[in-house]
């Protein structure tokens, strides 16, 4: 198969429909090889490392400031998409990141101009600019196919899983091994190469220390690898082994973002069943709860729901906080409700203020916010994976990735829905009985059942 185009290089195509004419052409599995070339699919294993075994490394360029291998991932991979003339242009990907150079600029601008405490910063909107610019570029259907999307999710589920392995291992290995680096070993990372920042990397549920995926830098992120991993398993194979290690993973995490994000999944898809889909997790909740509550302390994890009202926990400060910061300081001056406080002021402004939602609102008001909503929209829904992962997805950025210029976030939104050419996986189903036999539905239109 070609998979050059006969144009010039710097040629790139564009794709301007949400919903193309051109379906991606079905490929079997077996064939994915012929399709993406090799140094595609390194790039995708390079991203899944940099997510994963190199999360606590970055490229010190202060004692404050380090680059997250994440960033060079994304990068690499959208360079290695213009090298095998794999890239195209999404056009309404493009126009929204238009708007958001638009209105982070003005932003900018005005506060430089009118704020007399002159806090907005240029790296801060150079950094948001570079960031989000790869969500305007996807692959060609050509490379794109969904033979290669399973391909990159079975990676992505195998590389979660050797995770789950090692955060279990972890766990009870605390009980006969007690090395500080068990737990962190950030100490041990040369310092040119290590990553910055404040990190709740050993944290304790009683004399216990949760489990953080050893390779991991805290433990709620771990649990939302591991919830995230469980439903795209749940969407695609449902292999039970898989999925009971990702769970325990979850529980010995002791952190409620995977619970968050399992949560809000099973809300989807809204319809006459979803009340008794939730009715049924709370069943199945409970009786674990009853069998294995004592052996696993579950009740420090449920005892976790009333954080909320607690001013000094880790839930006020990521959920309720930072709403109040916003009613309170959104429209202090006469032009920051439209369009904020500018650029890399949240820090200076209101140390305890880093949640995504209220980051964006603070620095570029409800123009710049509505801008890059709905680019990270436009990028979750592009590849129409199953519902419950893109809410996930977007659940993570907005609620749960750290603040808005993450670009850990950012790569798995990337690598699971924003690289592929639009409306790729729509067809993709979970398994169904059908007789003595299981089968996928997606795979038996693919011809590889």
Request: hydrophobic residues 50%; glycine residues 8%.
């Amino acid at each position: 198969m070609k998979l050059a185009p006969s144009s010039a290089p710097w040629r790139i195509p564009r794709s301007w429909n949400i919903e193309p004419q051109h379906r991606a052409e079905a490929v079997p599995a077996q064939h994915a090889k012929a399709v993406m070339p090799g140094m595609l699919k390194a790039a995708f294993i390079f991203a899944l490392v940099t997510m994963t075994v190199l999360d606590r490394f970055g490229l010190r360029l202060s004692d404050a400031y380090s680059i997250n291998p994440s960033l060079f991932a994304l990068y690499g991979l959208v360079g290695v998409m213009l090298l095998t003339h794999s890239a195209q242009i999404d056009g309404i990907g493009a126009l929204i990141y238009v708007g958001i150079v638009t209105a982070a600029g003005l932003s900018f601008m005005l506060n430089l101009s009118l704020d007399p405490r002159q806090y907005t910063t240029l790296g801060s909107l150079g950094l948001l600019l570079v960031l989000y610019a790869p969500l305007a570029v996807c692959l060609r259907p050509a490379t794109g196919t969904t033979a290669a999307w399973h391909w990159m999710m079975n990676w992505y589920i195998a590389f979660a899983a050797a995770l789950a392995v090692a955060g279990i291992v972890q766990f009870y290995a605390q009980f006969v091994f007690h090395a500080a680096w068990l737990f962190d070993y950030t100490s041990l990372i040369p310092a040119p190469i290590r990553g910055s920042g404040t990190y709740n990397t050993t944290n304790h549920v009683g004399s216990l220390i949760k489990a953080n995926g050893f390779f991991l830098r805290e433990a709620s992120g771990f649990s939302w690898t591991m919830a995230f991993a469980l439903l795209c398993e749940w969407s695609l194979k449902r292999r039970k082994l898989l999925m009971a290690t990702l769970a325990l993973a979850i529980v010995v995490s002791y952190s409620g973002s995977g619970l968050l994000a399992l949560g809000v999944a099973m809300l989807f898809p809204l319809g006459q069943r979803t009340l008794v889909r939730v009715f049924g997790c709370v069943v199945v909740g409970a009786i674990i709860v009853l069998v294995f509550g004592d052996a696993l302390n579950l009740s420090y994890t449920l005892g976790r729901v009333g954080e909320f009202d607690s001013t000094h926990s880790s839930a006020y400060c990521r959920f309720i906080l930072p709403g109040k910061v916003v009613a309170e300081q959104i429209d202090s001056d006469a032009w920051t409700t439209l369009l904020g406080h500018g650029p890399g002021t949240t820090q200076k402004l209101f140390s305890t203020c880093e949640t995504t939602y209220a980051k964006v609102l603070i620095e570029y008001g409800l123009l710049g916010t509505i801008a890059v909503v709905a680019l990270i929209l436009a990028a979750v829904n592009r590849s129409s994976a199953p519902i419950r992962i893109r809410v996930v997805l977007f659940v993570q950025w907005l609620l749960l990735g750290g603040n808005l210029l993450a670009p850990e976030s950012l790569l798995v939104i990337v690598l699971i829905s924003g690289v592929w050419p639009p409306g790729l996986a729509r067809d993709i189903a979970p398994p169904r009985k059908t007789g003595p036999r299981t089968t996928n539905v997606a795979s038996r239109r693919l011809g590889t059942s």
